[in-house]
């Protein structure tokens, strides 16, 4: 079954109405018809399952056949802080973290990090990364529709999780001894919490961005005896959030 998003303004009563680019694709590359079912999500946790009752050249009509309130999202809301990577690593990143249930991916510019994106190339590239989040999430069947937020220092996103009181903050690092601390952290693990997930770039963290990071609460886990890559560490690490929440560890 096809998967799209809407705002929740376009549903209304028992129709909800698609604009935009998805009419086209529609109606031209998957040539779909009225009657056929497709799954509608308003981008802030609910799914429809609807039957299409009209396509015009500028809009999609649908009918609601029923809603799902609970959705498939985690029940905690995960941020990955990813440090910026070289090449095209980045689209990776989003496109499997989105896969795994992240609610918001930030771009983080720290001491190490080869890339520098000047005001120009930070929003081109913004734009891009959010289109990719954007498909990763009609593709996986998420409810809510992720975001990429705009590039900010890693002492920017350290102010960020203080002021929104983040209930778990977590900082994978090379040097931290043994998996004891990171069974403890991860036992603090729930529903209902904001977590932040902090992943250096190619060169990892700076040992001063470590104690700035342990002055603001953000707590070193260690991943295992080997050396993860950045396209690695992250997703590793959201795998295991994953499971944890889903029940499964």
Same mark, same amino acid.
């Given at each position: 079954?096809?998967?799209?998003?809407?705002?929740?303004?376009?549903?209304? +009563? /028992?129709?909800?109405?698609? $604009?935009?680019?998805?009419?086209?694709?529609?109606?031209?590359?998957?040539?779909?018809?009225?009657?056929?079912?497709?799954?509608?999500?308003?981008?802030?946790? $609910?799914?429809?399952?609807?039957?299409?009752?009209?396509?015009?050249?500028?809009?999609?009509?649908?009918?609601?056949?029923?809603?799902?309130? /609970?959705?498939?999202?985690?029940?905690?809301?995960?941020?990955?802080?990813?440090?910026?990577? &070289?090449?095209?690593?980045?689209?990776?990143?989003?496109?499997?973290?989105? !896969?795994?249930?992240?609610?918001?991916?930030?771009?983080?510019? $720290?001491?190490?990090?080869?890339?520098?994106? /000047?005001? &120009? &190339?930070?929003?081109?590239?913004?734009?891009?990364?959010?289109?990719?989040?954007?498909?990763?999430? #009609?593709?996986?069947?998420?409810?809510?529709?992720?975001?990429?937020? +705009?590039?900010? $220092?890693?002492?920017?996103?350290?102010?960020?999780?203080?002021? !929104?009181?983040?209930?778990?903050?977590?900082?994978?690092?090379?040097?931290?001894? +043994?998996?004891?601390?990171?069974?403890?952290?991860?036992?603090?693990?729930?529903?209902?919490?904001?977590?932040?997930?902090?992943?250096?770039? !190619?060169?990892?963290?700076?040992?001063?961005?470590?104690?700035?990071?342990? #002055?603001?609460?953000?707590?070193?886990?260690?991943?295992?005896?080997?050396?993860?890559?950045?396209?690695?560490? +992250?997703?590793?690490?959201?795998?295991?959030?994953?499971?944890?929440?889903?029940?499964?560890?």
């Amino acid at each position: 079954m096809h998967h799209f998003f809407v705002a929740p303004a376009q549903v209304m +009563g /028992d129709c909800i109405r698609i $604009t935009g680019p998805d009419v086209n694709h529609m109606k031209n590359a998957l040539r779909m018809k009225p009657g056929e079912e497709v799954l509608i999500s308003d981008g802030t946790g $609910t799914d429809y399952r609807c039957a299409l009752s009209s396509l015009d050249s500028d809009c999609v009509e649908a009918r609601i056949v029923s809603v799902d309130r /609970d959705g498939r999202e985690l029940p905690s809301r995960i941020w990955l802080f990813q440090g910026l990577p &070289k090449s095209d690593k980045m689209e990776l990143i989003i496109q499997k973290a989105v !896969e795994l249930g992240a609610a918001c991916i930030v771009p983080v510019s $720290t001491k190490n990090a080869v890339v520098k994106l /000047d005001a &120009k &190339k930070e929003e081109a590239k913004r734009k891009r990364w959010q289109a990719i989040a954007e498909s990763a999430a #009609k593709q996986s069947g998420r409810s809510l529709m992720p975001e990429v937020m +705009g590039l900010m $220092t890693l002492g920017q996103a350290f102010d960020y999780i203080e002021k !929104e009181q983040f209930a778990l903050r977590l900082i994978p690092y090379e040097h931290e001894a +043994g998996m004891e601390g990171s069974r403890q952290e991860l036992s603090r693990v729930g529903p209902g919490q904001d977590i932040a997930v902090f992943i250096g770039p !190619e060169g990892g963290f700076d040992e001063a961005e470590i104690n700035l990071a342990l #002055k603001k609460g953000v707590r070193p886990v260690s991943l295992g005896k080997r050396i993860l890559r950045t396209e690695t560490a +992250g997703l590793a690490m959201l795998s295991v959030l994953m499971m944890r929440l889903e029940g499964g560890l």
